[in-house]
């Protein structure tokens, strides 16, 4: 079977000859800018049902009605990677998501640091963001992203159980190609970066106290936040992620 070029992310229930009815931007982006028409096949999905192979059933002004054929991928659970990061300024805040999303992580946490200069985050537009990142990447889910929370709030009420690896462009501490993680398997665990302007020595003090973090230096260079931040993605999906699975995009038999 060739597989449909298209995806998009539903919030609707799935199941075999199921209707779902887009209305709005769904439908305008769906017919206007990718043009499709009454009988084109488009993959659909939702966190709750996986993923579908649907077909455009009706056109209607404002509207678009598919009806759902055969589940393709069953829901997975989603690796237990939380990306907590202090907001910054304008497009590098989507790109935080969009590659956030791209790279695996299944909670998005917004952290409100002493430099922080942007305190708020759009969620709707944030979360739209995601999705799309998740349409590209073939997940078949995407991030909660959640309401911004003070640096010490965040540690006061962190599971101990759950590690969290900062960057500490400090100096005090060691390398991330040394760092000392388990050597198999998947679990909970969190990344963190600092605003544009880097944590304060207070609040370096503060992320060294917990038993729960580890900080690491990111190199001799400063790198900006979104970098940092894609840069402990990789590290530690490297170790603790889904990385030794083989792509999602083309399963076994299957033809492009």
Request: aromatic content about 8%; hydrophobic content about 45%; glycine content about 8%.
């Amino acid at each position: 079977m060739t597989k449909p070029r298209y995806r998009f992310a539903v919030d609707f229930p799935l199941a075999p000859n199921a209707r779902v009815s887009l209305g709005d931007n769904a439908a305008h982006y769906l017919t206007g800018v990718l043009r499709l028409q009454v009988g084109d096949q488009l993959l659909v999905f939702s966190k709750a049902d996986g993923e579908w192979l649907a077909s455009i059933e009706e056109i209607r002004k404002k509207e678009v009605v598919l009806v759902v054929g055969v589940c393709t991928r069953a829901p997975m659970p989603s690796l237990g990677f939380t990306v907590c990061f202090a907001p910054i300024k304008g497009g590098r805040l989507e790109t935080i998501i969009e590659k956030a999303t791209e790279l695996g992580a299944s909670v998005l946490q917004p952290v409100i640091t002493a430099r922080t200069i942007v305190d708020k985050v759009n969620l709707v537009r944030a979360e739209a963001i995601a999705r799309e990142a998740a349409e590209q990447c073939e997940r078949i889910d995407w991030p909660e992203i959640k309401e911004p929370v003070k640096l010490l709030k965040l540690l006061g009420e962190w599971p101990h159980a759950v590690p969290i690896v900062y960057g500490d462009e400090s100096g005090e501490s060691g390398s991330i190609k040394n760092f000392a993680v388990p050597a198999t398997g998947c679990y909970d665990w969190a990344i963190l970066t600092g605003p544009e302007g880097g944590f304060t020595p207070d609040e370096f003090a503060t992320l060294a106290r917990p038993k729960f973090t580890c900080g690491v230096s990111l190199g001799p260079r400063i790198l900006r936040a979104d970098t940092a931040i894609i840069t402990l993605c990789v590290a530690t999906m490297m170790t603790w992620g889904d990385w030794n699975e083989r792509p999602r995009f083309v399963a076994k038999g299957e033809t492009e």
